[in-house]
Protein backbone atom coordinates (compact mmCIF):
# COMPACT_ATOMS: atom_id res chain seq x y z
CA UNK A 1 0.00 0.00 0.00
CA UNK A 2 3.08 2.34 0.65
CA UNK A 3 3.92 2.01 -2.84
CA UNK A 4 0.79 2.70 -4.29
CA UNK A 5 0.26 5.82 -2.11
CA UNK A 6 4.02 6.79 -3.21
CA UNK A 7 3.54 6.55 -6.76
CA UNK A 8 0.06 8.17 -6.36
CA UNK A 9 2.01 10.92 -4.88
CA UNK A 10 4.70 11.36 -7.24
CA UNK A 11 2.39 10.81 -10.15
CA UNK A 12 -0.14 13.04 -8.75
CA UNK A 13 -0.03 15.71 -11.98
CA UNK A 14 0.41 13.02 -14.42
CA UNK A 15 -2.12 12.49 -17.71
CA UNK A 16 -4.70 10.11 -18.12
CA UNK A 17 -7.17 8.53 -19.76
CA UNK A 18 -6.21 10.87 -22.87
CA UNK A 19 -6.91 14.00 -20.72
CA UNK A 20 -4.73 17.41 -21.98
CA UNK A 21 -4.51 18.26 -18.72
CA UNK A 22 -4.25 17.11 -15.06
CA UNK A 23 -7.92 16.51 -13.30
CA UNK A 24 -8.45 19.63 -10.70
CA UNK A 25 -7.21 18.79 -7.48
CA UNK A 26 -11.01 18.80 -5.81
CA UNK A 27 -12.64 17.06 -9.06
CA UNK A 28 -14.47 13.84 -8.10
CA UNK A 29 -11.40 11.98 -9.55
CA UNK A 30 -8.97 12.81 -7.28
CA UNK A 31 -11.49 12.84 -4.19
CA UNK A 32 -11.91 9.35 -4.40
CA UNK A 33 -8.38 8.95 -4.43
CA UNK A 34 -8.35 11.23 -0.90
CA UNK A 35 -10.69 8.71 0.27
CA UNK A 36 -7.74 5.55 0.22
CA UNK A 37 -5.26 7.98 1.02
CA UNK A 38 -6.83 9.34 4.28
CA UNK A 39 -7.15 5.41 5.03
CA UNK A 40 -3.61 4.65 4.21
CA UNK A 41 -2.76 7.76 6.34
CA UNK A 42 -4.59 6.37 9.34
CA UNK A 43 -2.56 3.03 9.28
CA UNK A 44 0.80 4.42 7.77
CA UNK A 45 3.71 5.02 10.38
CA UNK A 46 4.16 8.21 8.61
CA UNK A 47 2.68 11.18 8.43
CA UNK A 48 3.81 12.36 4.98
CA UNK A 49 0.43 11.29 3.93
CA UNK A 50 -1.35 13.67 6.34
CA UNK A 51 0.79 16.36 5.33
CA UNK A 52 0.52 15.45 1.62
CA UNK A 53 -3.70 15.83 2.00
CA UNK A 54 -3.70 18.90 4.08
CA UNK A 55 -1.92 20.58 1.73
CA UNK A 56 -4.54 20.19 -0.95
CA UNK A 57 -6.72 21.26 1.39
CA UNK A 58 -4.74 24.81 2.38
CA UNK A 59 -3.94 24.74 -1.09
CA UNK A 60 -8.23 24.66 -2.02
CA UNK A 61 -8.80 26.83 1.26
CA UNK A 62 -11.02 24.09 2.27
CA UNK A 63 -13.76 24.09 -0.32
CA UNK A 64 -15.60 21.80 -2.26
CA UNK A 65 -15.41 21.97 -5.92
CA UNK A 66 -17.37 24.64 -8.04
CA UNK A 67 -20.77 22.87 -8.45
CA UNK A 68 -22.98 23.53 -5.55
CA UNK A 69 -25.29 20.95 -5.58
CA UNK A 70 -23.50 18.09 -7.67
CA UNK A 71 -22.44 15.17 -5.55
CA UNK A 72 -19.40 14.84 -7.41
CA UNK A 73 -18.09 18.29 -5.93
CA UNK A 74 -18.80 17.25 -2.66
CA UNK A 75 -16.39 13.87 -2.32
CA UNK A 76 -13.27 15.77 -1.54
CA UNK A 77 -15.34 16.87 1.63
CA UNK A 78 -15.01 13.13 2.86
CA UNK A 79 -11.19 14.22 3.25
CA UNK A 80 -11.74 17.35 5.08
CA UNK A 81 -13.62 15.81 7.78
CA UNK A 82 -10.89 12.73 8.38
CA UNK A 83 -7.81 15.84 8.74
CA UNK A 84 -10.63 17.60 11.06
CA UNK A 85 -10.51 14.39 13.24
CA UNK A 86 -6.86 13.93 13.07
CA UNK A 87 -6.34 17.89 13.66
CA UNK A 88 -9.28 18.98 15.28
CA UNK A 89 -9.30 22.04 13.33
CA UNK A 90 -12.56 23.57 12.47
CA UNK A 91 -11.14 25.32 9.34
CA UNK A 92 -10.87 22.73 7.56
CA UNK A 93 -14.85 22.03 7.99
CA UNK A 94 -15.93 24.86 7.88
CA UNK A 95 -16.64 25.93 3.92
CA UNK A 96 -18.37 22.44 3.85
CA UNK A 97 -20.45 22.78 6.64
CA UNK A 98 -21.15 26.14 5.08
CA UNK A 99 -22.31 24.71 2.20
CA UNK A 100 -23.86 22.07 3.51
CA UNK A 101 -26.36 24.36 5.63
CA UNK A 102 -27.11 26.58 2.35
CA UNK A 103 -28.30 23.16 0.40
CA UNK A 104 -30.30 22.26 4.12
CA UNK A 105 -31.95 25.53 3.56
CA UNK A 106 -32.34 25.81 -0.39
CA UNK A 107 -32.58 22.16 -1.58
CA UNK A 108 -32.91 21.35 -4.91
CA UNK A 109 -36.15 21.73 -6.88
CA UNK A 110 -34.85 19.47 -10.06
CA UNK A 111 -36.57 16.39 -10.88
CA UNK A 112 -35.25 12.97 -10.71
CA UNK A 113 -35.77 12.57 -14.27
CA UNK A 114 -32.93 12.71 -16.44
CA UNK A 115 -34.83 14.74 -19.41
CA UNK A 116 -34.98 17.74 -17.00
CA UNK A 117 -32.33 20.64 -16.26
CA UNK A 118 -30.33 20.15 -13.24
CA UNK A 119 -31.50 16.31 -13.13
CA UNK A 120 -27.96 15.65 -11.20
CA UNK A 121 -28.73 18.21 -8.57
CA UNK A 122 -30.76 15.53 -7.11
CA UNK A 123 -28.22 12.74 -7.35
CA UNK A 124 -30.20 10.52 -9.67
CA UNK A 125 -26.55 8.52 -10.19
CA UNK A 126 -25.21 5.41 -8.71
CA UNK A 127 -22.00 6.65 -7.77
CA UNK A 128 -23.76 9.75 -6.44
CA UNK A 129 -24.49 7.79 -2.93
CA UNK A 130 -20.62 7.02 -2.83
CA UNK A 131 -19.91 11.11 -3.15
CA UNK A 132 -21.76 13.16 -0.96
CA UNK A 133 -23.80 10.65 1.36
CA UNK A 134 -20.47 10.01 3.05
CA UNK A 135 -19.51 13.39 3.86
CA UNK A 136 -23.22 14.23 5.29
CA UNK A 137 -22.59 11.29 7.64
CA UNK A 138 -19.08 11.84 8.63
CA UNK A 139 -19.98 15.63 9.53
CA UNK A 140 -22.55 14.90 11.31
CA UNK A 141 -20.45 12.01 13.30
CA UNK A 142 -18.02 15.02 13.96
CA UNK A 143 -20.03 17.61 14.43
CA UNK A 144 -23.10 15.83 16.32
CA UNK A 145 -25.45 18.50 14.59
CA UNK A 146 -28.76 16.64 14.11
CA UNK A 147 -29.72 19.08 11.36
CA UNK A 148 -27.33 17.27 9.50
CA UNK A 149 -28.27 14.01 10.00
CA UNK A 150 -31.81 14.33 9.53
CA UNK A 151 -31.20 16.35 5.90
CA UNK A 152 -32.40 13.85 3.10
CA UNK A 153 -34.32 15.37 0.04
CA UNK A 154 -36.86 12.73 -1.22
CA UNK A 155 -39.19 14.36 -3.26
CA UNK A 156 -39.49 12.35 -6.53
Same mark, same amino acid.
Request: proline share 4%.
Given at each position: ??????????????????????????????????? +???????????????? %?????? @? @?????????????????? +????? @?????????????????????????????????????????????????????? %???????? +? @????? +???????
Amino acid at each position: MQQVADWQIANFDGLYSDHKKPHHPLDWTNAALYV +GMAKWASMADDDTYYE %WLKNIG @E @ENEWHLYKRKYHADDHAV +GQMYV @ELFRKYNDEKMIAPTKEQFNFLMFHPSQSALNWGTPYHQDRWNWCDALFMSPPV %WAKLYKVT +G @EKKIF +GFHDVRI
